[in-house]
């Protein structure tokens, strides 16, 4: 045999780590449906907006589709990682700082000046730029003009179907992937994009409310503008408001039980639903320092404190003013939040008391805050005032650097930098709230295969939450964390079949050890059963 | 206080530095001249295919060492002065221990071959070996093939690490099939189905001559002992399996097989000094293990038991039930108790196979022919589970049982296709028909 028998032969694409001419093409058609947005970001008028909007997201669709599949489907079935730490755009490289700074840039504009977008900006008040393109498709759907949101709904979908799409295809062995991938696609094209139109086509006084969209992570649900509009709505707005309430307080806390947060955070979360798709090839990025997970929990329960203060101050201030014959009075519900968060703070120092450890300082910590925060609250007498600062105030604090800053510019522009799910670690109390059930109160744990740990670290590296999944793996316990959001790629990714995300018993789900199971049977009983 | 001085941060030695500390108070110092920390062996193969960068195989951070007084000394030892208890390093400075733990790992072997030290030619075990392949082999256009010799663990992660980098790869296997002096035929015979779909040249029943010299002292070629062929290539990987990495002990008065002897308490002759992992030899094989154990789970598990007996609780190394893992390329590779190739297996243990039609997952349960006596399992694309083959083994199970319960021991991720039933019915057929 000569020396250059794989050529012609290869079934599989010759060059890992180069792009073959398919690709290049493909790249270059995505590239044309982005430049067509950008040429109508910069007013260029298209004779035939739909036909252009069509050909832009149609293109796009195309270039990523062709892409993927030039790259998964000559190969064989496994594990695609190759040359991911190589490549700029996956490695903090330039290509990956461009790409950050452009994501950033898109949500400062987003956010604080969508004029620039074109929103209003024509006669009488109509839309010109990107957001004019996509008026036929928001004429299409609700029979109204786009707007921003509409504009960035339509983005958000698009990618989350077509990475959603590569994504399937990177883990064709893998069903767990596949179902969960198809989950959060049809969730985010229903749920986030489609239904909230078509509510808006049978009533259109009825807010924006995406089902699956979750208070505190919806943090303006309960807001008086939003709450005024469901209740004006008779008994559909009614449900509603009902059914976000429950969501929070029954649905969740079931779910999260029978399942870990992974149904909602890896399954339903639009959120989590980009991460997976559009950022899956960043989520080795994150850092897994111990430093990293000593801020994230600082940070995300400080966030979860802020939002409920925040919330309790909203609703607070407008039933102050509101009809006094309704039985919801100022002093009820202060109560009732005061009792409902004493119940879950004793509850839990009870019944989870030799669990917690070092935790139960800051969960105290954390406690005592929102209460102190509460009652100088209700008892300063001024009542629109929390801290000297208006609930009003507090609530567009909140709306500026936690929804906008922390969840979108950092948390999804800075994807190429920090990795897919930054938000969703450091920043999301939704989050905060489903890893507090998962750790104390879930039958989900990821299951360690007694002593088969190479301590390769590949687990740890593709851990998009930054978990050292690794350091459990090693020790042979289970990996029992409140940021895991079950999305299973350290168990695809271990050569050696380690790790199963599994719904199991409560008992015995976490269990350090010191001596893996293997060894002298009398040394595992003499360490292990200190 | 006692000093314990450890040669090697490998897992062994790095395992038993972590159990001494959780035990006690001793001073502790690693020494080795591969790096600076304590790296994971197994993960160099994703280095080099971009999976990970080197940090990421460093299973503790480095503030780690500092935090529990394990102190790291890089430099390489020369010889030992058992003596006066003084290590002498190549970069001429000493070393004094109270004890001290050979925990040196192995070396690729050389078997004489003529250019077996050519530039261009390694082995793949040490981070130095990697940064070599990086040198050699950074992409297709400076190396247009490499030769592998010697078909074992080490040589298919080699070819599957080039293989990520597009460059053309022949490997040469001694066997007339894929690790099958390990491997039964039937898995054996999977795998070189599955070597071959990777567009690797797999060349069985080859031997290499010798590796032959451009001008300037690289590798140019390789000649096949069998035929004659000469193949042109720019990298040679040696990968004929390991031997223990003990050379710079030889005139220290240590007792040497091809590895340093230790009883089963993991001593050396000498007092106070012990050896583990890899570059142990056992005076007597314990079971069906062989007396040179060179992995990395028998390896941490000397370090768990070594670690007792030097703070004060002498234990000898009894090791449970065999394990071990490996992936072939895409295909994961469990096994739990003992399954022998035809080549070595005993007369009494007999073989229930069932392979599926895609040829990418099988398994192999070994049983004694006569008490039907479940001896152990070969899993092959399909995951289970350690504690439960474990338990089996412990509970001495039939192989009846062993097959009927099969979804007990299923590890595979939710959703996965399970292939239980027709593994069942496969082997009442095979029953039916013995």
Not at chain 1, 415 to 437: H, K
Not at chain 2, 3 to 15: A, P, R
Request: aromatic letters at 12%; one cysteine or more.
């Amino acid at each position: 045999m000569s020396n250059k028998l794989n050529h012609s032969m290869s079934l599989a694409r010759p060059d890992a780590l180069h792009i073959t001419t398919k690709q290049t093409v493909a790249l270059i058609t995505g590239i044309v449906g982005l430049f067509i947005l950008v040429l109508a970001l910069l007013n260029t008028v298209f004779p035939n907006k739909g036909l252009f909007l069509t050909a832009a997201l149609g293109l796009i669709t195309i270039g990523i589709v062709v892409y993927s599949r030039e790259a998964y489907n000559s190969k064989l079935e496994g594990i695609k990682n190759d040359g991911q730490w190589f490549k700029s755009i996956s490695s903090r490289g330039v290509w990956g700082w461009v790409l950050g700074v452009v994501l950033t840039g898109f949500y400062v504009v987003l956010y604080f000046y969508p004029k620039y977008l074109g929103l209003g900006q024509g006669v009488d008040g109509s839309n010109t730029g990107l957001i004019a393109l996509f008026d036929p498709l928001s004429q299409l759907l609700s029979g109204r003009n786009a707007s921003q949101w509409f504009v960035y709904g339509t983005l958000y979908t698009l990618a989350i179907l077509a990475f959603g799409y590569k994504f399937i295809l990177k883990y064709k062995h893998n069903r767990y992937q596949q179902i969960r991938t198809v989950s959060v696609m049809f969730f985010q094209l229903g749920f986030a994009f489609l239904i909230p139109e078509f509510m808006y086509v049978m009533n259109n006084d009825l807010p924006y409310y995406d089902l699956k969209s979750v208070w505190p992570l919806n943090y303006y649900l309960f807001d008086e503008w939003s709450v005024n509009a469901f209740l004006s709505n008779g008994i559909i707005g009614l449900a509603l408001i009902i059914f976000g309430i429950l969501s929070i307080f029954v649905i969740t806390p079931i779910l999260t039980y029978k399942y870990g947060k992974r149904w909602y955070c890896s399954w339903v979360c639009g959120c989590g639903g980009l991460a997976e798709t559009a950022g899956d090839s960043f989520r080795h990025l994150s850092s897994k320092k111990l430093s990293a997970w000593k801020l994230e929990r600082w940070l995300i329960h400080t966030v979860l404190v802020f939002s409920i203060v925040m919330t309790t101050a909203m609703v607070y201030t407008y039933l102050g003013y509101d009809k006094n014959d309704f039985w919801l009075t100022r002093g009820v519900f202060i109560s009732l939040v005061i009792g409902f968060l004493t119940f879950v703070f004793v509850g839990v120092l009870y019944f989870k008391r030799q669990e917690l450890g070092k935790d139960a300082k800051s969960g105290a910590i954390g406690y005592f805050a929102v209460l102190a925060l509460l009652l100088i609250m209700h008892f300063t007498g001024t009542t629109e005032h929390v801290f000297f600062v208006k609930g009003g105030a507090l609530r567009s604090a909140y709306g500026i650097y936690i929804g906008s800053i922390f969840s979108g510019v950092i948390g999804t522009g800075f994807y190429p930098i920090l990795g897919s799910r930054s938000w969703c670690r450091f920043g999301c109390p939704m989050a905060a709230i489903l890893g507090f059930q998962q750790r104390l109160f879930s039958k989900f744990r990821i299951t360690t295969n007694g002593g088969q740990c190479i301590s390769c670290g590949n687990c740890s590296n593709s851990c998009e939450m930054g978990i050292d999944v690794r350091h459990y793996a090693q020790k042979g316990e289970n990996i029992v964390r409140s940021s895991c959001v079950g999305c299973g790629i350290c168990s695809a990714v271990c050569p050696r079949g380690v790790l199963k995300l599994e719904n199991d018993t409560l008992k015995g789900r976490i269990n350090p050890t010191e001596i893996l199971l293997g060894n002298d049977v009398d040394l595992m009983d003499l360490v292990n059963q200190k | 206080m006692e000093h314990i001085v450890i040669i090697g941060n490998g897992i062994s030695g790095v395992t038993t530095a972590r159990h001494i500390r959780k035990l006690s108070d001793k001073k502790i110092t690693i020494v080795s001249a591969e790096t600076d920390y304590f790296f994971s062996r197994t993960a160099l193969m994703y280095i080099y295919m971009g999976h990970m960068k080197f940090e990421h195989t460093q299973p503790y951070e480095n503030w780690f060492w500092k935090k529990n007084r394990i102190d790291l000394k890089k430099g390489y030892v020369k010889t030992v002065d058992t003596e006066n208890k003084i290590l002498h390093f190549a970069e001429g400075d000493t070393l004094q221990y109270d004890k001290l733990v050979i925990a040196t790992g192995s070396k690729p072997n050389k078997f004489g071959w003529p250019g077996q030290d050519l530039e261009g030619v390694m082995g793949m075990y040490h981070k130095q070996d990697l940064d070599n392949l990086e040198a050699h082999a950074p992409n297709n256009k400076v190396c247009k093939r490499a030769v592998i010799v010697g078909g074992g663990l080490i040589g298919i992660e080699l070819a599957e690490m080039l293989n990520s980098r597009s460059i053309p790869v022949t490997f040469l296997v001694r066997e007339n099939s894929f690790w099958n002096g390990v491997l039964p035929s039937g898995e054996s015979e999977m795998i070189n189905r599955h070597i071959k779909n990777h567009h690797i040249d797999l060349r069985l029943s080859t031997n290499l001559k010798e590796i032959k010299s451009d001008e300037n002292g690289k590798v140019k070629s390789v000649i096949i002992e069998e035929t004659g062929e000469e193949i042109e290539c720019n990298v040679v990987g040696l990968t004929a399996g390991v031997s223990p990495n003990v050379s710079f002990l030889k005139d220290s008065g240590f007792e040497l097989g091809r590895g340093v002897k230790v009883n089963r308490f993991l001593e050396t002759n000498i007092e106070s000094v012990y050896a583990i992992g890899d570059c142990a030899e056992q005076h007597q094989a314990i079971g069906n293990r062989r007396p040179i154990e060179a992995v990395w789970y028998t390896g941490r598990m000397m370090g768990e038991t070594l670690a007792q007996t030097i703070c004060g609780n002498r234990m000898e190394y009894k090791p449970g039930h065999w394990f071990n893992s490996a992936k072939f390329m895409d295909i994961e590779y469990q096994t739990y108790g003992w399954v022998f190739s035809e080549r070595s297996k005993k007369e009494y243990e007999q073989h229930f196979h069932w392979k599926h039609e895609d040829d990418t997952k099988c398994i192999t349960v070994a049983y004694h022919k006569d008490t039907n006596k479940f001896l152990g399992i070969n899993t092959f694309g399909i995951r289970m589970r350690h504690e439960v083959f474990d338990r089996w083994l412990s509970e001495e199970r039939d192989v009846d049982y062993v097959i009927k319960n099969l979804t007990e021991a299923n590890f595979d991720p939710e959703f996965y296709k399970r292939f239980e039933a027709e593994i069942l019915s496969t082997y009442n057929q095979q029953l039916q028909t013995a």
